[in-house]
């Protein structure tokens, strides 16, 4: 008898995040976009160039015209898939959705670490969580003005 297999992607549903939750969102986001753009750029964990490439892997993936750069960028789709996936209140989590794709990082990991944030990233992430304080501030309801704890 033939057996049929079915996968949903999930998706992040916006609509039923809390206010937090989408404050963290966008935090991962700019996260998740920072990393990638750095190794768009064949940049390593700590900004500099990334590890050269295997001599035969190199001419292989220079003439399949896609450069001799390490960018983790040959076909594109564990970069592409590499996602925001989960988001709680003080937490985002990005992660590649598909076996395949989450293999080929595990691998790509051991190689040379790219899912970590550079000092460059971490200075974007710290501005993009200073811009969504600005804009929760007006939202936010101050204790001292009503009485509550004073310390």
Request: hydrophobic share 40%; charged share 30%.
């Amino acid at each position: 008898m033939a057996s049929v297999r079915v996968f949903y992607k999930k998706q992040i549903r916006i609509d039923h995040m809390t206010f937090r939750q989408q404050s963290m969102l966008k935090i991962g986001t700019v996260g998740v976009a920072a990393v990638k753009n750095r190794l768009a750029a064949a940049q390593g964990p700590t900004d500099s160039s990334a590890k050269p490439l295997t001599k035969r892997y190199a001419i292989h993936k220079t003439k399949l015209g896609r450069g001799n750069r390490r960018n983790l960028s040959f076909t594109g789709d564990m970069l592409r898939n590499f996602q925001v996936r989960t988001v709680s209140d003080n937490k985002a989590k990005a992660n590649n959705s598909t076996r395949k794709d989450r293999l080929k990082a595990w691998l790509n990991q051991k190689i040379e670490p790219w899912v970590v944030f550079s000092p460059k990233n971490k200075a974007a992430v710290a501005e993009a969580a200073r811009r969504v304080l600005q804009e929760m501030r007006p939202k936010l309801i101050l204790e001292r003005t009503l009485g509550g704890k004073q310390q």
